[in-house]
């Protein structure tokens, strides 16, 4: 059974830093892709990022690049998100999510794995 448990979310001052991580189980990890959407009230779901199975290609949402960075540690099963100069507008839940191929994980069909959320608020 697959299972992402996300963690390192918190409160933190616009302008900071948080990393966070997603670890992975009942997966063979390098089969997959690993990416990272996220929820705000009354907002739709919104792709964030997603990283190749290798780690050596990653896609990111327009409005995150050059603050956020996706990398992975298949040796660990994890997959992460540092996100610096975070604004008051990036507080939202964050989901960690899986799938055969890039491609699968940033439209979020239907075999897309998704793990529990972790709440990130950024106070201005």
Not at 19 to 28: D, F, I
Not at 29 to 40: D, I, L
Not at 85 to 90: A, I, N, Q, V, Y
Request: charged share 15%.
């Amino acid at each position: 059974q697959v299972q992402l448990v996300e963690s390192g979310g918190g409160l933190v001052q616009a302008g900071g830093s948080l990393r966070l991580s997603c670890a992975a189980s009942g997966v063979t990890f390098t089969s997959f892709a690993m990416g990272w959407f996220r929820h705000a009230p009354g907002k739709e779901r919104e792709f964030v990022a997603v990283i190749s199975w290798s780690g050596g290609s990653t896609i990111y949402a327009d409005f995150v690049k050059g603050r956020f960075t996706a990398s992975r540690d298949n040796a660990k099963n994890t997959v992460y998100l540092q996100m610096n100069s975070l604004k008051p507008e990036d507080t939202a839940v964050y989901y960690c999510a899986a799938g055969p191929s890039s491609r699968t994980v940033l439209l979020a069909r239907g075999d897309t794995y998704w793990g529990q959320g972790t709440q990130v608020t950024v106070s201005s």
